[in-house]
């Protein structure tokens, strides 16, 4: 089945760094979209990323995908305390996604 | 706000009860999903509903029974819950079914006792 899987499962890094979480799925995709939890709410969609590309952008985010290898990842350029959250990928069927990435941005 | 609305935000029951939890969208969209949100576990589809027919049911127990009157609302009805069931319950929509965008509520927080 298709399933998004995200690593690593936490990540903690000073205010202004660049963040960098990891999601790798098992099936053949249309598209992966990543998305963002802040605690207790709902999933906020950030971005999505077409099998037939291989690089995306959307302000401090850049997202990749390698098709080949069944993975993709999400940079957060110059981290702010607000980017605390979970970060989730989900393969274009929205059936499964992974446990997700969570965040914690260090003033 | 995402367009997509559920009440209640918190709702407590006993096992013994009924309640429903409720979902609206204004965004025009044509599908419609309840996730379950458990502590320490990936997010679970439990219903898929695409122009007000079911293309879903992952595997979820009959206690848990949906609604869809229309393209715009959601129900979930519950009863005879367990424990374990508690969860936040998610609603979302998107304009087709499975592989565009969803839009989410912000939840219901539910806790059986």
């Known amino acids: 089945s298709q399933q998004g899987e995200e690593d690593p499962q936490a990540l903690s890094i000073q205010e202004g760094e660049n963040a960098t979480m990891n999601c790798s799925y098992k099936?053949?995709?249309?598209?992966l979209q990543w998305y963002r939890q802040n605690s207790g709410r709902g999933l906020v969609h950030l971005i999505l990323i077409r099998s037939n590309e291989r690089e995306k952008h959307s302000g401090r985010l850049r997202v990749t995908l390698d098709t080949s290898k069944k993975s993709s990842s999400l940079l957060i350029t110059a981290s702010r305390a607000a980017d605390t959250a979970s970060y989730f990928c989900?393969?274009?069927?929205?059936?499964?996604f992974g446990k997700g990435t969570r965040l914690h941005i260090l003033p | 706000e995402t367009g997509v609305t559920q009440t209640p935000r918190h709702l407590v029951m006993g096992m013994t009860n009924k309640k429903s939890l409720k979902c609206e969208q204004h965004l025009g969209h044509n599908a419609m999903y309840w996730y379950k949100q458990s502590a320490k576990k990936p997010l679970e589809l439990m219903f898929v509903y695409n122009f007000k027919e079911q293309t879903e049911n992952n595997s979820v127990p009959s206690r848990f029974s949906p609604e869809c009157p229309n393209s715009s609302h959601l129900f979930l009805h519950l009863h005879t819950l367990q424990p374990e069931d508690s969860a936040l319950y998610l609603c979302?929509?998107?304009?087709?079914?499975?592989?565009?965008?969803?839009?989410f509520g912000q939840g219901t927080r539910l806790t059986v006792v």
């Open positions: 989900a393969t274009d069927s929205l059936v499964i």
């Open positions: 979302a929509s998107s304009q087709e079914p499975l592989g565009s965008e969803a839009f």
């Open positions: 099936t053949s995709i249309n598209n």
